[in-house]
């Protein structure tokens, strides 16, 4: 054994040791979460795994997407050649792919020479990127940015240096196949003295580069190299569309006030953030200048996880409410739309929406802390099961010139869950007066509850009152089974997400349609029929984030308008899963916005920039933002808001 091997092998052992502790320490903080099954279903999860970590989809969304796709490959393929490296550093004469016939050494040779060239060139261009045109923070011009992205040029200068030494000199029969490495030796004495050294000097900084590179990994922003693979695996298999129900016993914890409360996911997701700004770039509380930013949110919750470490008793840090890195600001916690466009743009499948409701959990259930313009929309779902307090003989007024039945067990197939919006709120009545047209005219058999309905309780789970929530999903669920509901209408997508999907954690399955799925299904099926030159100058469609992006409908209702109007509606530059949220999600309805300008009036920019003559929507909550945010921009007597089910009652052909 000579004394390179020798003082290779102790090198190697010191390192790997280091990176194994390493892992050990920051992973071992992961198993400090609650338990969360991500292991079943494993062929749908490697699935996962393969088309989103490996196949890239959701980073070649972005047009920068491609170079990172590129150095992506390059790295999976150079490691076949880095583990070669360091196997046969440990044994040269016995490990090594020259070993192999022609065919194979030479076309390996040629594949590693072209995946160095393309891995340099995507670290050039990276960092001409962050130079140039930088994503909108400052963390992209970090030190750990760059201390990365040399580690990975110096990899490859260090290879291509190390092959053309040896190609100079001679020793390695590949140099026609390696055409970079060739044409770097070709500046190269042929035959010269010290080649045999510049070869070994490469050898030595590509070693000692790359172990510093795995050593540096766990410390670094990085760490995604070795997380945001199994997260793709771990990832929700399908959309997170609601939160875990909690138990109420006595000496539990509710929702989150401390990291070690996160599930084991929560936290290994604070570790596979990319850090690459898309969340951000996405959020609508972001692009208006509040201060959450969902980047920094998953960053802190990291941070408070490293400077907590192995402290269970007094923390370090408070996770909620202190300053600096690694806390997170209550008003951060607030801001949230629950609109999802973070989690629909992650490349790695954070779950920052749930990450923040629990969030909301702890403070409104343990600390009682939360805005003060909450207290009595929760005094009021509590009291009224509304949110504005009004008495439960004011839902049916809507209905006082219609011949409208109650829903009967047996008789009634459908029960149009009209929602407290639909009821209560003098606009959006005239969307369920549309409904009920359209029904008519369709020949449903349907009723309603009457005074007996109550809210679905959606925005108290979104603003993290699980308590009374679960109350009022448990009495709605009890009125359901009481009264034979099997199937149930909305008009509202916040009532048609509760009620199909968390409604599901308590046992009860309902058929639930949202009334865009459902006209659609009537068109089609030939049960209404509409005229189709309704003239309502341009439209331009919404989307509504808990019936799109939560839910996936987002055909249904353009359909309708072209099926209602002779032609498709304008579409917004953000729309469908790309949409941009209306700004009352998440209980963001009942609240005011203070810093920053006002998401409502952003989205209804967007519209005014295709000159539209209406603006159609499919949620209550829209109808309102958009509604005032017209007339913020002072366009209300130029621009008007329908729902869609306006749209089609104004089609309804005469009797």
């Known amino acids: 054994m000579t004394a390179t091997v020798t003082a290779f092998i102790i090198v190697l052992i010191l390192a790997i040791a280091f990176f194994a502790y390493s892992c050990y320490q920051r992973f071992g903080l992961v198993l400090k979460g609650k338990p969360d099954n991500r292991f079943n279903a494993i062929g749908k999860r490697l699935w996962n795994m393969l088309f989103y970590a490996f196949g890239q989809r959701r980073v070649v969304k972005k047009p920068f997407g491609i170079n990172h796709f590129v150095l992506f490959w390059a790295f999976m393929i150079l490691l076949i050649s880095n583990t070669e490296f360091l196997l046969n550093g440990l044994a040269p004469d016995t490990i090594s792919f020259s070993l192999l016939p022609d065919g194979a050494y030479f076309t390996l040779a040629l594949i590693f020479d072209i995946m160095s060239l393309l891995a340099l060139i995507a670290v050039v261009l990276a960092i001409i990127r962050r130079f140039t045109f930088p994503p909108p923070y400052t963390e992209a011009k970090s030190r750990d940015a760059f201390v990365i992205l040399g580690l990975v040029a110096g990899l490859m200068i260090a290879f291509f240096g190390m092959n053309a030494c040896e190609i100079a000199a001679g020793t390695d029969r590949a140099g026609v196949w390696m055409p970079v490495a060739n044409w770097v030796a070709s500046w190269l004495p042929s035959g010269a003295a010290g080649l045999d050294t510049g070869a070994q000097v490469c050898w030595w900084f590509h070693a000692i580069i790359l172990l510093a590179f795995l050593n540096y990994l766990p410390y670094s922003k990085h760490m995604h190299v070795l997380t945001s693979i199994p997260n793709c695996f771990f990832k929700a298999l399908e959309k997170v569309k609601t939160q875990p129900r909690e138990e109420f016993k006595k000496g539990n914890t509710f929702g989150v006030g401390e990291v070690e409360n996160f599930t084991w996911k929560g936290l290994f997701d604070s570790y596979s953030c990319t850090e690459c700004g898309r969340c951000s770039d996405a959020c609508p509380a972001t692009f208006t200048g509040k201060p959450l930013q969902p980047r920094l949110f998953i960053h802190d919750i990291k941070m408070n996880l490293l400077k907590n470490a192995d402290k269970d008793g007094h923390k370090e840090l408070p996770l909620i409410g202190g300053e600096g890195e690694g806390s997170v600001k209550e008003e951060v916690i607030w801001e949230c739309t629950t609109c999802g466009a973070c989690m629909e743009v992650c490349p790695v499948f954070i779950e920052h929406v749930p990450r923040i409701v629990d969030m909301r959990r702890h403070l409104v259930e343990t600390k009682a802390k939360f805005p003060e313009e909450l207290l009595l929309l929760f005094e009021n779902m509590e009291q009224r099961s509304n949110p504005w307090g009004i008495a439960p003989a004011e839902r049916t007024k809507w209905a006082a010139d219609l011949d409208v039945k109650p829903f009967e067990a047996g008789k009634t197939e459908y029960l149009f869950y009209v929602g407290c919006a639909g009821a209560l709120d003098a606009r959006n009545r005239h969307t369920t007066i549309s409904l009920a047209k359209i029904f008519d005219k369709a020949g449903i058999s349907w009723g309603t509850l009457g005074r007996d309905e109550m809210c679905c309780g959606d925005s108290l789970r979104r603003l993290g009152n699980e308590y009374v929530f679960e109350k009022m999903a448990q009495a ?47 068109i089609r099926e030939g049960r209404l029929k509409l005229k189709s030159d309704t003239d309502l100058g341009k439209i331009i469609y919404h ?44 209980g963001r309805m009942w609240m005011e916005e203070k810093e920053g300008s006002l998401i409502n009036v952003a989205r209804v920019e967007e519209a005014l920039k295709k000159e539209p003559d209406t603006v159609c929507v499919a949620c209550p909550y829209c109808m309102t933002m958009f509604d005032d945010g017209l007339k913020d921009k002072e366009a209300s007597d130029k621009v008007r808001v329908l729902d869609l089910a306006e749209i089609v009652a104004n089609a309804l052909p005469d009797e």
């Open 476 to 522: 709605n669920i009890k009125m359901f089974a009481e009264k034979g509901v099997k199937k149930i209408i909305t008009q509202c997508p916040h009532c048609f997400s509760t009620l199909k999907n968390d409604y599901r954690q308590y046992g009860v399955e309902l058929e639930v349609v949202h009334h865009t799925e459902f006209i659609n299904q009537l």
């Open 543 to 586: 989307d509504s984030c808990y019936l799109g992006r939560y839910n996936g409908i987002y055909e249904a209702p353009r359909h309708v308008i072209a099926s209602a109007t002779g032609s498709a509606p304008l579409e917004m530059e953000r729309s469908r899963d790309n949409g941009f949220c209306c700004g009352a999600g998440g």
